[in-house]
């Protein structure tokens, strides 16, 4: 059986409601944008393998529901995580305030070296824009994160931003930096697979790949 | 629209009228399926929830009550400053009233939660016309809003409005029946206290009231699963906690965390491989239980589902074993799935094809003695399959159900109908029934595949552990390899093999044998042409005798399991 990819990143979408995490993330799985979509209901999922500089990446993705902050999963759904998009809606300025309480959040249940990424979203309704580009730069700087501007519906900066994060989270693991991520506990065998993945050593190499063929066939 | 025969609606207004029926038959024609094509689901679920008695000539004065009481009640929580129900003294209701009374303060204290409410209901069932309805939206945003300012400890949460909607599609469904059977005289011979008793239930003019009334009544069942979550911190955090480890207060979590243990006593392997693949029902049961499997059944499937769900309260022992159902009835799927194919599975539902069937499962885990389990003939399930081509919107794109692309050999054997000339109009159903068929068994193989090579792969990592830890003896592991070995070689090859020889042949001959395309072990996959031929030239040939049950189905499930 062939081995079907190199790393398996766990990546979260999280934004207050109606921001568009889910359209972001349909448009990053499926290629596709409707008007009409429906609101998340606790937690949903998505796979997508990307090739990453001659790598095979795995994305896992999860999306919440915006109003489930605080609530029913919280802390668990952090757990593991090695990469978080902020999503917020650059006509909504709540949604823009609340990026900070989402960082708080991060900062209380996700691993300290979980990379972290802001994203303005709905850039393509101009005339509605109330949250300027040099606020969301701004806050970015002020937190240390990257940040982009997207659209969903535009399918603007969508692959880039998931691209970017993966090649950070990449980054940081081949430099040997990683390998705490996950410590903060996590989900079962996505922990071994990051905390493998992240010490990078042959030896741990090979074992990764032994897990993925007869595991994760 | 569900529509019934013209005679049979008079037929069953008469029955709840005289008062025929009682709340035992009720339940019985929810189970049966009756309420299907009915016009009277409303008043089946109304009686069920207690919202109207049982005899019909209490149901006016009831009905009323229940409106002038909602009407109260909006009056005093929903500040439309413009509603003609509100204050109407310019001193007070003003834009620029500062006074605590006024409208327009409360008006712009609820904008958040009204924000809230409206972007949900903006996105209700958006393949239903229904929803797009102006008024119909307004309708819903006006019910959750007075629903969450009259429990202000729950308040809105999202998911409710999919619990609304449902609700709402039926009682407009009825009133629509109603009003067209009245226009079309069926209901001449019903006396005056009939017609009037009809004419108040199915008041379009109360349709908010009503579905508020019925909202109420289901979310009273429903709270303990929207309420808040406290969760309690672990004092120290463990490194390896998993979800189904976070110290449990919401009872969501806790239901979701009984089923999990129920799942453990009904079907062992399939708990096993859920488990060790850690994935408890807490990651993909929030929504099942939240909105009632609203996502997961097409619409006129879950009215059906919620006829049994609704007759049977408290309901959270049916919701057990319709969530337990579901899982039953994709486990063939889930067994032979890894942790992304098995989410794919979990968070986009596969059609059920036969919710009939469905249900007796369901019921069936209800009450085992009771209730006979379906055949599992009738649970077939076609996976991704659908056959009118339509996708539920929860489904998505979603093509792919174990996260790795599928060998090439599966497309190959589908391809082979020629060009024909199209089915003549009585030639369609026959034909229909034949390509079910077809589906059912193409599903069934690859289903059998798809476990065979699961089974094996893990068989083999078993062996390697064993190898690594050289508790086994050598002889042991190679002839356990062999089998393995076999037993996917079994996949490609003919497998009628009941000869000893044909069942260790030499590598070569394995792959010869692999490449004959003639499997005679298994129904054959008929090409569009020859289903023609079959269907003219033998008349007597029909899908009640489905090729699929020549495979015997113990050959699936007889594949022994670690
Ligand atoms: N114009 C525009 N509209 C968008 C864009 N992305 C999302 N939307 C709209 O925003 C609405 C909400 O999008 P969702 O993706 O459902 O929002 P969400 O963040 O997942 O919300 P929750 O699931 O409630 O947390 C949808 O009706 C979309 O049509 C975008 O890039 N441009
Ligand atoms: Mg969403």
Known sequence: ?217 | MITPTTSGILREYQRFLSCEIGVDELITFCRTGSFRTAATRSIAWRILLKCLPINSLEWVPVIEQSRREYATLRSRHVANPRDPLCVQDPQLNNPLSEHSKSPWSRYFADGELRDLILKDVARTFPEIELFQDAEVKSLMCSVLHVYAKDNPFIGYKQGMHEILAPLVFVLYNDQQLYQHALEDFQLRSLDRTALHILQVLHDSNYFEADAYVLFCEVMRELTPWYEDAGIVEPPEPHPFERLQDTMITSRLLKELNEIGQRLAEFDPPLYRHLTNLDIPAQLFGIRWLRLLFGREFPLPDLLFLWDIILSDRPISRIVECVFLAMLVYIRENLLASDYGGCLQFLMRYPPVVDVMAFAQLALHFRAPLRNSRPKDSQLTNYSNMTLQGTVHPNAGNQKRTVSQPPPQQRSQQANRGKQRRPYRQEEIPKALGIFEEQVAVLQQRLNERDIVTAVSAKRIEELVKNLERGSLEIGTIAAQLREVGQQLGSLTMDRRKETPEAKSPAQEERIKVANEPVRSGTPRIFGVNELRELNTNNQNFSHSKPPSQQVPRDRVLGIPRF
């Open chain 1, 1 to 217: 059986m062939a081995r079907t990819y190199d790393y398996l990143f766990k990546l979260l979408l999280i934004g207050d409601s109606g921001v568009g995490k889910t359209c972001v993330l349909f448009r990053f799985s499926d290629d596709s944008f409707n008007n009409s979509f429906i609101s998340t209901i606790g937690i949903d999922f998505k796979i997508r393998t990307i090739d990453l500089d001659g790598k095979k990446i795995k994305l896992q993705i999860w999306d919440t529901a915006g109003q489930e902050r605080f609530r029913t999963i919280t802390t668990a759904y952090y757990r593991g995580a090695m990469g978080i998009m902020l999503v917020y809606d650059i006509t909504n300025e709540k949604s823009f305030e609340n990026i900070k309480n989402w960082i708080r959040n991060i900062e209380e249940h996700a691993s300290q070296d979980v990379e972290r990424m802001i994203i303005g979203n709905k850039c393509d309704m101009e005339d509605r824009r109330v949250v300027s580009r040099d606020r969301g730069q701004q806050l970015s700087i002020e937190y240390g994160t990257k940040f982009m501007e997207t659209s969903a519906k535009l399918n603007h900066n969508i692959e880039e931003a998931f691209y970017t994060l993966a090649r950070d989270i990449k980054g940081k693991m081949e430099r040997g930096q990683g390998q705490t991520v996950g410590v903060g506990g996590t989900t079962g065998r996505y922990q071994q697979d990051s905390t493998i993945a992240a010490q990078g050593n042959n030896l741990c190499k090979n074992r990764h790949t032994f897990h993925c063929d007869f595991i994760a066939f």
